[in-house]
């Protein structure tokens, strides 16, 4: 199948399927006219590369998952504990996030939003501490 075909199978854009050869996720075949010739083995690697991407894995752990996925002798436990790291990654992140959130409503609570120039938040974007 083209290019086309199977990007409206797999969900993705054809320039991210181009993308994925080009760093070598995805081999299709070459037709004799030199297109690309996506087979459904291919399709099913794509929607398997763009499942894991929409659960935050980067390129290199996507690749790295699509070579155990691929081993029929893998072991889980390799799996697994790609998903754990990932699942600390994302709980540093939330962490992150909400401290983010804090400063922002604490920022937020503390300017008047009035005519008046005066900015706690400018301030403090700015590194001004807003009580000198």
Not at 13 to 35: F, W
Not at 52 to 64: A, D, Q, T, V, W
Request: proline letters at 3%; charged letters at 35%.
């Amino acid at each position: 199948m083209n290019i086309g075909h199977a990007s409206g199978r797999s969900g993705l854009p054809a320039k991210t399927i181009r993308y994925y050869e080009d760093i070598a996720l995805i081999k299709p075949a070459r037709a004799d006219n030199g297109y690309r010739d996506y087979s459904d083995a291919d399709v099913h690697r794509l929607r398997f590369l763009q499942r894991s991407r929409s659960l935050g894995f980067s390129i290199e752990e996507c690749r790295m998952l699509l070579s155990l996925y691929e081993d029929e002798h893998r072991a889980s436990a390799d799996v697994k504990k790609m998903a754990e790291e990932k699942i600390n990654q994302v709980e540093r992140k939330i962490a992150d996030l909400k401290s983010l959130k804090a400063t922002l409503k604490t920022l937020a609570k503390s300017c008047h939003g009035d005519d008046r120039p005066e900015c706690p938040i400018i301030d403090d974007l700015a590194g001004r501490n807003a009580q000198s």
